[in-house]
């Protein structure tokens, strides 16, 4: 335990995952582990609590959320520390902020580089929303000639291009309440796609451009990149617990069963899943009691168009942004729901663009339980830190007093390897 501590927190539609890790030079160590998964029975239902990435009960997330924090530190047998959150929901997104300045021939310095970044973040953004982070994506001089490092260049005028990360203020106040009251310090709070990126995605990905697609319970999250940088991002309200909530409307059965039956004989499509040697038909005992017969090919068939909906709102997206051609290197699909049997080939044939699965490169303590798409999220948390705030990462908690413009000291290159 020679690094850095510091904690991940993945709060889901379906579950919540915290993470003790440790971080430096040598990278990534997970420590401990801790998890909640969401039930619903004649007591409660937790699948209220958070919808669609939204908090939607308080009392209950912020004791579950305190109980896995503590939890993981328990497991790590280390003190508290500061965590990195995960934000998700529809109220995610990027804007775009263009810098001007005339030098009138000077030398660029680093006062032009943060007089510039200053200038970009004073962009007006929508009504009830706040930046979470930014990008500086590249620099053209002169009109002409672009670059991602112009210090100590010559130029008559500089203009950045920086890309700002926004989410609803209300969503960002509520998770402020859950960690105040988890009694562990809020580090930073970042897009939940970008999180996963960091730790399924590699560099050639990134560098040729790629799309990320984070299947969740809740949201699906996306983010595109393209030389290093993030071009587009956003997260839609829509999950596998639509597909689970489809199955159980067609095949009139409760929805705890309708999770088994997805998850135990699901898949995106029938001719590759039917080899599985179940038959053409389920059985199975419905919230009456009795023994039901259900068709697997129609339970294919309602996991497939749901999934259609979500990959048609990101292909539409995606032309409307005018960057569907830029991912060149193809889609990699994530999340839990990303366990479906078939849905690279399914992702495949709908997208018409090479497809693969996102699985978290990790292989210290844990990789046989971390590796898998579902902790993409969690993970991916401790490998921001290790990327781009390690030196702000006191072994004793996040140094809340430091200058902000050093956690941005590397905005040239932020999320970009």
Same mark, same amino acid.
């Given at each position: 335990m020679s690094g850095k501590i510091i904690?991940?927190? %993945?709060? =889901?539609?379906?579950?919540?995952?915290?993470? +003790?890790?440790?971080?430096?030079?040598? =990278?990534?160590?997970?420590?401990?582990?801790?998890?909640?998964?969401?039930?619903?029975?004649?007591?409660?239902?937790?699948? &209220?609590?958070?919808?669609?990435? +939204?908090?939607?009960?308080?009392?209950s997330v912020r004791v579950k959320v305190a109980q896995v924090l503590n939890e993981a530190k328990i497991n790590a047998d280390c003190s508290n520390g500061s965590v990195i959150v995960n934000i998700a929901g529809n109220h995610i997104c990027n804007l775009y902020s263009v810098s001007n300045l005339e030098i009138n021939g000077q030398t660029i310095s680093g006062d032009t580089i943060n007089q510039l970044a200053v200038t970009a973040r004073n962009k007006q953004i929508p009504n009830n929303y706040e930046m979470l982070d930014y990008e500086v994506q590249e620099y053209l001089l002169d009109r002409e000639n672009y670059t991602i490092n112009p210090v100590h260049l010559t130029a008559s005028n500089i203009e950045s291009h920086t890309n700002l990360f926004l989410a609803s203020s209300a969503q960002v106040s509520n998770l402020k309440k859950v960690m105040r009251y988890s009694g562990f310090e809020l580090a930073k709070l970042i897009p939940s796609g970008i999180l996963s990126g960091m730790s399924v995605l590699n560099h050639e990905?990134? #560098?040729?451009? /790629? /799309?990320?697609?984070?299947? =969740?319970?809740?949201?699906?999250?996306?983010?595109?990149? #393209?030389?290093?940088?993030?071009?587009?991002? /956003?997260?839609?309200?829509?999950? =596998? #617990?639509?597909?689970?909530?489809?199955?159980?409307?067609?095949?009139?059965?409760?929805?705890? &069963? +309708?999770? %088994?039956?997805?998850?135990?004989?699901?898949? /995106?499509?029938?001719?590759?899943?039917?080899?599985?040697?179940?038959?053409?038909?389920?059985?199975?005992?419905?919230?009456?009691?009795?023994?039901?017969?259900?068709?697997?090919?129609?339970?294919? %068939?309602?996991?497939?168009?749901?999934?259609?909906?979500?990959?048609?709102?990101?292909?539409?997206?995606? +032309?409307?942004?005018?960057?569907?051609?830029?991912i060149n290197s193809g889609i990699v699909v994530t999340g839990g729901t990303a366990l479906l049997p078939n849905i690279e080939e399914f992702a495949r044939q709908y997208f018409g663009v090479p497809v693969r699965l996102g699985i978290p490169n990790y292989t210290g303590d844990f990789a046989d339980l971390l590796t898998t798409p579902k902790y993409a999220t969690c993970l991916g948390a401790l490998y921001f830190a290790n990327e781009y705030m390690l030196d702000e990462i006191q072994q004793t908690g996040y140094n809340k007093s430091m200058d902000i413009r050093r956690v941005f000291g590397k905005v040239k290159n932020l999320f970009g390897s």
């Open positions: 904690f991940s927190l %993945d709060i =889901g539609s379906s579950k919540i995952i915290s993470m +003790a890790g440790s971080i430096g030079p040598n =990278g990534v160590e997970v420590l401990g582990i801790s998890s909640y998964y969401f039930v619903n029975n004649s007591t409660t239902n937790d699948f &209220l609590t958070v919808s669609n990435g +939204a908090i939607c009960d308080m009392e990905e990134k #560098e040729l451009g /790629c /799309c990320l697609i984070d299947i =969740g319970a809740g949201t699906t999250d996306i983010v595109v990149y #393209e030389n290093g940088f993030i071009r587009y991002l /956003c997260s839609i309200p829509i999950g =596998g #617990e639509s597909i689970t909530r489809d199955i159980a409307s067609v095949l009139k059965i409760s929805r705890n &069963l +309708a999770e %088994d039956v997805k998850l135990n004989f699901g898949g /995106c499509s029938y001719v590759s899943t039917q080899n599985k040697g179940v038959g053409e038909g389920i059985t199975i005992t419905d919230h009456r009691g009795v023994n039901t017969n259900i068709s697997r090919k129609l339970l294919i %068939d309602v996991i497939a168009e749901r999934l259609k909906d979500i990959f048609e709102v990101i292909k539409t997206s995606l +032309a409307k942004q005018k960057i569907y051609d830029i």
